[in-house]
């Protein structure tokens, strides 16, 4: 874990963390959104590297959620099922990037479109993201439950 998290865990409960730096970095990945209408190549350039520097805050947390609420012995079923699913933007943002350049002739729209989806995370994130805690697995607590009462 980085500094910054580390001492904001001091202060904030994890899920406070976790969605903290999530937002800030989703913030910074909302510059995708105005590179396009810049006048200056060294500012669409430093904007897209916000942009992408963003992501980069925003993965840190998202990487560590698995081992956040993940069950015993679970991480890497939790970790490999999250990765399918943020593998299939990856194999999709580039069809929809190209439809919508092929469509506009720029990529004025796609980057637009880019930060709208940003937005939408940062929303999910704040209002449908819930506490960060381990989740409980019943049929092996239940199982061990009993066999400790066998004893």
Not at 57 to 64: C, L, M
Not at 95 to 109: L, N, P, Q, R, S
Not at 112 to 138: C, Q, R, T, W
Request: hydrophobic share 50%; proline share 4%; glycine share 10%.
């Amino acid at each position: 874990m980085g500094i910054g998290p580390h001492c904001a865990q001091k202060i904030l409960s994890l899920t406070a963390t976790r969605k903290l730096f999530l937002t800030i970095g989703l913030m910074m990945a909302l510059c995708i959104g105005f590179a396009p209408f810049t006048d200056s190549v060294f500012m669409t350039v430093l904007l897209l590297c916000i942009a992408k520097s963003g992501t980069t805050v925003a993965a840190s947390q998202v990487w560590a959620l698995p081992g956040d609420v993940a069950p015993q012995n679970s991480v890497s079923i939790v970790a490999g099922l999250q990765n399918t699913v943020s593998n299939m933007g990856g194999a999709v943002g580039p069809i929809i990037t190209g439809a919508i350049v092929g469509a506009t002739g720029h990529f004025t729209w796609a980057l637009v479109f880019s930060a709208v989806l940003v937005v939408i995370g940062i929303l999910n994130y704040l209002f449908l993201m819930g506490k960060v805690e381990p989740i409980v697995d019943e049929e092996h607590a239940h199982g061990h439950q009993a066999v400790s009462h066998s004893i």
